[in-house]
């Protein structure tokens, strides 16, 4: 039986589902800096903004964590929508669970700056840790929904650049495919995203580049060599099938790909903490991240 949170959501979502591409992307980001500044985390962690080489992180930092063990975190937003206040929650939940600090990148958004200004900055952030001392050994990478294909063009950036990999990486819910669909997506009745939304995300993103173009849908490019991955999707959202197609095509080069499906959730659900399939999923990445980091 759902919980009554649960149900609560459930009937705001076709509300959000309606109007995610309809509200100016100006006052959505006016909206979400405001709920970054007026965020309060608990008094056992901490947080500060950083700006470094142009791009804007926010860095939490848990008490009596190791200061050598970094997850670098892209947040979702359909590449159109900034940093939130809900994706801070969830950042801080999982500092406290890896014992890790980790930085949020604030990367620069489309239209605006359609790919690869996102991509160039999430690069820039990962080449600044290390550059701060901490070996690729003991960074992990993670993000949701655009955060997602963020994760996983880094890496194929980063190995195509001769630069050390990360020990691993999660993807929650990740946006992989940004080719335009001919309707297959209505087959999935998913209660957030919207066949409209999606185009617009990715068309924004796109810009004048071709959506084949591995470093923007990167289940056409090559995936050999990546770092473990862990891959958390919804049963109930249309990015279901192409978080499948990653995690295949990952097995298929040789990489140990992990792929868990949570029943009738819906893009990324992780961020309603209040759910227990929630917190369910942040515990199990939690877990697959620290694991790989130890062995760092």
Excluded at 92 to 113: E, F, G, N, S
Aim: proline share 6%; hydrophobic share 45%.
């Amino acid at each position: 039986m759902n919980s009554r949170y649960e149900q609560q959501i459930r009937m705001i979502l076709p509300l959000v589902r309606s109007m995610q591409h309809r509200v100016p992307l100006a006052i959505s980001e006016k909206l979400l800096k405001r709920s970054v500044a007026r965020l309060k985390l608990g008094v056992h962690i901490s947080r500060e903004a950083l700006l470094f080489n142009g791009v804007s992180c926010q860095r939490l930092v848990p008490e009596n964590c190791s200061t050598d063990r970094v997850l670098l975190y892209f947040h979702g937003g359909g590449f159109v929508f900034g940093l939130s206040a809900m994706h801070v929650k969830m950042g801080a939940y999982l500092a406290q669970k890896i014992r890790a600090t980790v930085l949020m990148v604030d990367y620069r958004l489309a239209p605006t700056y359609p790919f690869p200004a996102a991509l160039d900055d999430c690069l820039t952030a990962y080449r600044w840790i290390l550059d701060q001392g901490i070996p690729a050994k003991h960074i992990v990478l993670a993000g949701d929904s655009a955060g997602g294909n963020l994760v996983i063009t880094t890496i194929v950036s980063l190995r195509e650049k001769g630069v050390l990999l990360p020990a691993a990486a999660a993807c929650l819910s990740p946006a992989v495919d940004l080719v335009p669909k001919a309707g297959d997506e209505n087959q999935v009745n998913d209660p957030l995203l919207s066949p409209q939304a999606i185009k617009f995300y990715s068309k924004s993103y796109t810009g004048t580049d071709d959506p084949e173009n591995p470093l923007i849908s990167p289940v056409y490019g090559d995936l050999s060599g990546l770092p473990p991955l862990l891959v958390h999707v919804g049963e109930d959202e249309m990015l279901r099938v192409d978080a499948v197609r990653l995690v295949d095509l990952a097995r298929a080069r040789g990489v140990d790909a992990r792929l868990k499906i949570y029943p009738a959730m819906w893009h990324v659900w992780q961020l309603f903490m209040e759910l227990p399939q929630a917190l369910a999923s942040l515990d199990e990445i939690a877990g697959f991240l620290s694991s790989q980091l130890d062995r760092g």
